[in-house]
C-alpha cells in the first residue's frame, strides 16, 4: 500500500510543479504588485506602500477625514454587485434548466443520441463566437430578436437589449444560460445515470407518484454530481469576463469584477490598483468556495461525509 501512495505522489509532481509556476508565481507576483506603487510602464521600479491601494486616509487641516482605495471606490463595490448578480442568477437558472434537461436526456425515446449530442453544441461554441453571434441578433438596428417580438407584438418598438443599462444585464444571462446550461445538464445527467433501476421499479411496484420518487429519491441519490457541478459553475461565474467584454463592453450595468480589474491594469495604467482588484477577486472566490464546501458538505469523490 505504501508503494502504491509513493508512486501516486511521484505521479503529481510533474502536475504540482506546472501549477506552482503558471499558477502560484503568477498569483504571488499579483499580491506583491498589490502592496505596491508599480505602472505598467515601470514594472520593476514599483516601491511598498502597504495597503494603500486597499484603504488609505488623509487628515484635512479642517478634521476631516478622507477616505481613499479599493475598499471605498463605488466602481468596485457596483462590480462585485453586478459579479454576485450574475453568479446567483445565471447558476440558479442553469442548475435548474440543466436539471430538467437530464431527466429528459435520461428518459428512453427514439434518437436520444441524436438529441445528447445535438444539445452540447452551444456549449461547443467559443465564447468569443457565441457572444458576437448574440450581440447581432440583439442588435436594435439589424437584430433578429427585435424582429421576431415585434412581429409577435411582445414589444412596440425596437430595443437596444446590449445598450440599455434597465436589459443590459438581462441579455448577458440570457447568452450565458444558453451557452452553459448543456454543461449542467451533462454533468447531472452522469450522476443520473448513476442511480440504480431497481429503485425506480421498486418505486412503480409501490404506485408512488413520479413528482415525489423525484424528490424522495432521485434529488438525494444525484446530489453530490448536482453539488460538484455547480461548484464548477459558480467559479467560472465569479469570473465571467470574455462574454460581458463583447457583449456589453463599457456598459456599467454589467461590468464586473474581472472586467474592471483588467481596465485598471492596462487600459487606465493603474497596474498596481488593478493587482489589488485582482487579489480581491482571489479571495473572494476562495472565501465563497471554502464556504460552499464546508456549508454544503460536498465531497468531491461523489460521497457525502
Known sequence: MKSRVAAAMWFLVPMLVALAIVAGWPLLRTIYFSLTNTSLNNLYGGDFVGFKNYLSWTTLKSGRTVFSGLLV???????????????????TLETVIGMIVALVLNAEFKGRGIVRAAI???????????????????????GIINDLFLSLGIISQKVAWTATADTAMTAVLIVDIWKTTPFMALLILAGLQMVPKDVYEAAKIDGVHPVKVFF??????????????????????????????VLTPNSKATKTMSVISRENLFDFDKFAYGSAQSTLLFLMIAVMTGLYIWLGKVRFDGGDR
Open 120 to 142: 452540447l453544441i452551444p456549449w461547443a461554441i467559443p465564447t468569443i463566437v457565441s457572444a458576437k453571434m448574440w450581440s447581432w441578433m440583439l442588435n436594435d438596428q439589424f
Open 73 to 91: 471606490d463605488p466602481a468596485w463595490w457596483n462590480a462585485v454587485g453586478n459579479t454576485l448578480r450574475f453568479a446567483v442568477i445565471s447558476v
Open 216 to 245: 424522495k429519491v432521485t434529488l438525494p441519490l444525484v446530489r453530490p454530481a448536482v453539488m460538484v457541478a455547480v461548484i464548477f459553475r459558480l467559479l467560472d461565474a465569479m469570473r465571467i469576463f470574455d462574454l460581458i467584454y
